[in-house]
């Protein structure tokens, strides 16, 4: 218990000790669904937005939260339980990775690994990289969340497709309840590791033959065919042909600008050197381990797990084209495979002690050696793993957002500098400019305040006729649209 509590301890303090006491969100995906989950819990409706701006901005942003609304629900909650939501906003991101550790040793556990071997691969969490582009389990964001949940419909199957005939009916009914309700949460939270997930159980059926013939095969089998056609009817475009192409652009990307390579990031940089090592050998263990004649390789979707994100990786440096598991999103299922190889290759060595007659303690040396090499070897340090330390707001501007907060309410619109306008419709649900949002998305310069688009509020300073002074902090200012014969001061700062 003591050894397991230090580990809990060591994993969360390696991933967000960086945080110090500032537990407010660090990046661009928590604020912004913050900002949906406000909209959400001032109007009771969660429904999906219409994509609006640019094709690499706004739009494409809102219509990948379109297909996490689960997670924007789970924010809402947040907001309506916590006593300081954005203050202890980190608190979520901690849940996670309690969630991801304990995936991962019932996982490893699952796979044969002993409890001691599973700590190595265990203490390798915590030193998974979190970047701004990257995104990793520092953050509250879908595919945080996701990777625990992965971890446990992976044990649900395992446990399912290995059972015996004399298995209890309400521990098989348990397993089946596991596997459905976290199938469904992945559908709604984050759809990419639904994918991910049917790969790899794809991968160990093709590899059991035997399990294909089972009842358990048979319903998966079915529930895998449910979950593709109503897959295509949410994906549906209205014709083949615009369906085709929608599908194209969603499983295969071509932009360079999310810059995946070995000079950006590389393997060492999403996975840190001893634990690369540790799931290369895991991998090859799973692969190319002797196994009796006519054996089934149930290992084979390990290494598939973790060798499957490397190729990724290979063929977006070579081909600028990511397939499926896109961008640098590969690295979050990387570490997730290398994790469970690392168990794999730890447990393979204990057993190769054992056959030899080594002494024990020759087991505790290798379990330390490697535990002390993943938590005291230099963390990665992605490229833009900086910015995640800046993004947040002044305090003058969470009191202005207070005060506006207090005077207006959702779906009143605003104009605020880019930066500003993220901070702003997370702290206060309002909606803010798309051509602000898109410039802080893509980079761009935003043009110059259009006075005439109808903004209720305009905050900062911005010389607009027809716009009065509703406050002032300091020497910040916001504005509000005139309305009648209003004779409030109307000049500028």
Not at 369 to 377: D, G, M, P, R, W
Request: glycine content about 8%; overall charge neutral; aromatic content about 10%.
């Amino acid at each position: 218990m003591l050894v397991a509590a230090a580990v809990v301890v060591v994993v969360a303090t390696k991933i967000l000790g960086g945080l110090g006491a500032d537990w407010r969100p660090s990046h661009f995906d928590e604020w912004r669904t913050l900002a949906l989950a406000q909209r959400f819990v001032e109007s009771g409706a969660l429904v999906a937005e219409e994509p609006i701006g640019s094709p690499n901005g706004l739009a494409r942003d809102i219509s990948d939260r379109n297909r996490s609304l689960g997670f924007v629900a789970l924010f809402g909650a947040w907001i309506k339980v916590a006593a300081k939501p954005i203050a202890h906003f980190k608190a979520l991101a901690l849940g996670f990775v309690l969630l991801y550790l304990a995936g991962v040793y019932l996982l490893c556990r699952s796979v044969g690994v002993r409890p001691w071997a599973t700590v190595p691969a265990v203490l390798g969490l915590g030193a998974l990289p979190t970047d701004a582009m990257l995104l990793g389990p520092a953050l509250a964001v879908p595919s945080s969340l996701s990777l625990g949940l992965l971890c446990f419909a992976l044990v649900a199957h395992l446990r399912l497709s290995n059972r015996s005939p004399t298995s209890g009916t309400a521990r098989t009914g348990l397993w089946w309840a596991t596997l459905i309700g976290v199938a469904a949460s992945l559908a709604i939270v984050y759809p990419l590791t639904l994918i991910v997930f049917a790969g790899l159980v794809a991968i160990d059926g093709l590899a059991r033959p035997s399990l294909l013939r089972t009842r358990y095969g048979r319903w998966l089998g079915t529930l895998g065919g449910l979950g593709i056609v109503l897959f295509l009817l949410g994906e549906w475009r209205g014709d083949f042909s615009s369906t085709a192409d929608h599908f194209a652009n969603l499983f295969v990307l071509d932009q360079a600008w999310h810059l995946v390579n070995f000079y950006v990031y590389r393997l060492d940089y999403m996975v840190l050197a001893p634990l690369l090592l540790l799931a290369f050998a895991g991998a090859g263990v799973s692969l190319f381990e002797d196994l009796p004649k006519d054996a089934e390789r149930d290992r084979l979707w390990l290494a598939a797990a973790f060798l499957g994100p490397v190729f990724a990786v290979l063929v977006y440096q070579d081909l600028g084209v990511g397939l499926v598991v896109p961008y640098q999103r590969v690295g979050l299922f990387l570490g997730f495979g290398a994790l469970l190889c690392a168990g794999v290759a730890v447990e393979r060595m204990l057993v190769a002690m054992e056959a030899r007659s080594y002494p024990g303690w020759f087991a505790a040396i290798v379990i330390g050696a490697s535990s002390l090499a993943i938590v005291f070897s230099p963390r990665p340090a992605p490229p833009y793993e900086g910015p995640l330390s800046v993004l947040r707001p002044e305090p003058i501007l969470e009191a202005v957002a207070h005060k506006i907060a207090q005077k207006f309410s959702p779906p009143t619109r605003f104009f605020a500098a880019p930066r500003d306008s993220l901070y702003l419709e997370a702290l206060t649900g309002l909606r803010a400019s798309p051509v602000s949002l898109d410039a802080l998305l893509t980079g761009f310069a935003p043009p110059p305040i259009d006075c005439e688009a109808g903004w209720e509020i305009i905050v900062g300073r911005y010389d607009c006729p027809n716009y009065l002074l509703a406050f002032r902090v300091d020497d910040f200012p916001v504005y509000e649209k005139r309305h009648g014969d209003d004779s409030r001061d109307q000049s500028p700062p």
